[in-house]
């Protein structure tokens, strides 16, 4: 039996992600998602005081920015648009230390895929990888709160899909579960070095600040409808070589969706999301689905 008892629910994992790697951190160039946009329900309603055990996740999410919104708030059609197909792939390894009772600990590594369809070219390939530890405790038996924190490497197979910086991820994160529903969440901060590259100016992105907000309705035991809200709001990147703001380089984003979850099994659940931006800047629109397969073995 998984943690030393019979879970009554699938206990979901920590979430490190956006759909993708781009997606994760501030850059030159705006990306069309929130950090850690692919959250679902329960990511955060994680236990204590359990044996060790590991978790295996894939998501996926599908982009059509057929729109974008301007530096005054306002939104216009895209040239050309653009479709984009991202993934992550994640390993977490869950244990406690006796030293430390009823605090729970995870460390995940996570690798990135993206392909982009935009302006009559298309490329894929892998993005950087992500590596962090996680820690929490529960307030009471309903609830979870804790932190995360993550390093981003600058990486990738191709130039488009590496930020060429180092970046920090944190946040907080917390989960309330009631009989027949959960409110679980995050907020926090993406911080990235600057980015020096031959012959180029030198970079610093912006701070990101981000939230992401699920309420979900445990309607069965297989089925789980949820609402979700996510915010982000990126700095605007500095010149250093020149010592100069970029113009229209900040951005911000809100985007609701609906989804469903699915417990299949103890041990294996899928989660699919629909969302759509309602307000923005300086960025593309978020029109997109997001898919979540999640494994857990001993």
Known sequence: MLFGKKPKRLLLTLSLCGASMPLLTPGLSHAADITLGIIGPHEYDLPVDYKPFNV????????????????TGQRVPAHGGSHTWSGLT???????????????????????????????????GLGGTIV??????????HSTLGFQTFLQTPSGTRDTLATGYWANISSIIF????????????????????KHKTGQHSY?????????????????????????????????????????????SNSREIAPGLGVMFNISRTISFTTRYAHSIEGRNTP????????????WP
């Open 90 to 124: 994640k390993y977490v390894h869950f244990r406690t230390f006796d030293a430390l009772p009823h605090v729970g600990f995870a460390f995940e590594v996570i690798q990135s895929e993206n392909y982009t369809l935009a302006g009559g070219t298309n490329y894929g």
């Open 175 to 194: 989960d309330y579960e009631w009989k027949h529903f959960s409110f679980d969440g995050d907020v926090g901060t993406v911080v990235g070095s600057t």
């Open 56 to 71: 295996l996740v894939q998501y996926g999410n599908g982009n059509a920015s057929g729109n974008t919104y301007n530096s």
């Open 204 to 248: 610093s992105p912006g701070v990101v600040f981000y939230s992401n907000l699920r309420f979900s309705w445990k309607a069965t035991k297989l089925i789980e409808p949820y609402f979700a809200f996510d915010w982000q709001n990126v700095g605007g990147t500095y010149d250093q070589s020149i010592h100069s703001d970029l113009s229209n």
């Open 285 to 296: 629109e978020t029109n997109a689905y997001y898919v979540k397969f999640l494994y857990l």
């Open 132 to 141: 962090g530890p996680a820690a929490w405790f529960k307030p009471n038996t």
